[in-house]
């Protein structure tokens, strides 16, 4: 069974360092979201991405997030400059046009 | 724009004995109900989905969901549980209409099923 896959499942990173963040959606979707859980808080959504754009973000995605889908196959986030309350599990998911949004297993950031 | 509530953060049962979690929502607009679980150190899994037709949902695993538009809730249920579905679970909606549309998650309910 297809499914969406996230490297790496951890990273650790010190604060005001950059991280990438990758996803491997399924394959033939064709929708794609970020969101992020904040330990012991609730999933929160930070963007989302259809024809290679950017199609909806919220307000916690600022000038210090990215993403970008640089190869037909990767998505990818990046956060520019780190600060701590970056710290959180960090899910992609993908969509191929019906409702179901596929999650990704997860990368947890630690910035310290 | 779309709000979800889980009323209840905690639910702690004993294994076989039935349970429910309460979500409620507010939309302006209909949309589509969902709940995903997440087992400890995991993702998320869709659990269960309503979208149209009949109000009550069922899951492989024998959790069920009922869709109440005057009450606008979405609770879960499961006559029976077992040590295995205890895990965190998250009551979601997005817009019918807008494609692709963002979820809106609610805080979560953790379950615990003791022996």
């Known amino acids: 069974e297809p499914e969406v896959t996230q490297t790496p499942s951890h990273q650790v990173t010190q604060m005001g360092q950059e991280v990438i963040l990758r996803c491997v959606p399924i394959?033939?979707?064709?929708?794609f979201y970020w969101y992020r859980q904040i330990l012991g808080q609730k999933v929160e959504f930070l963007v989302s991405f259809y024809n290679n754009e950017i199609s909806e973000k919220s307000e916690i995605f600022d000038d210090q997030f990215s993403v970008e889908r640089p190869d037909g196959s990767n998505f990818t986030l990046k956060i520019r400059s780190t600060k701590l309350e970056d710290s959180a599990m960090y899910f992609c998911?993908?969509?191929?046009?019906?409702?179901?949004?596929?999650f990704g297993p997860g990368t947890r950031l630690t910035v310290l | 724009a779309q709000s979800v509530t889980q009323l209840d953060s905690q639910v702690p049962v004993f294994e076989e004995a039935p349970v429910e979690l309460r979500c409620n929502y507010s939309s302006s607009v209909s949309v589509y109900l969902f709940w995903y679980v997440q087992y400890p150190n995991q993702g998320l899994q869709l659990l269960l989905k309503y979208l149209s037709g009949s109000t009550l949902v069922e899951s492989i695993n024998g959790f069920e969901a009922e869709f109440n538009k005057s009450q606008t809730s979405f609770h879960l249920r499961k006559p029976s549980v077992h040590i295995s579905d205890t895990a965190e679970y998250f009551c979601a909606v997005n817009a019918k209409e807008t494609s692709g549309s963002r979820l809106t998650f609610g805080e979560g309910t953790q379950l615990t099923v003791n022996p």
């Open positions: 394959s033939n979707h064709l929708y």
């Open positions: 998911a993908s969509l191929v046009g019906g409702n179901e949004q596929f």
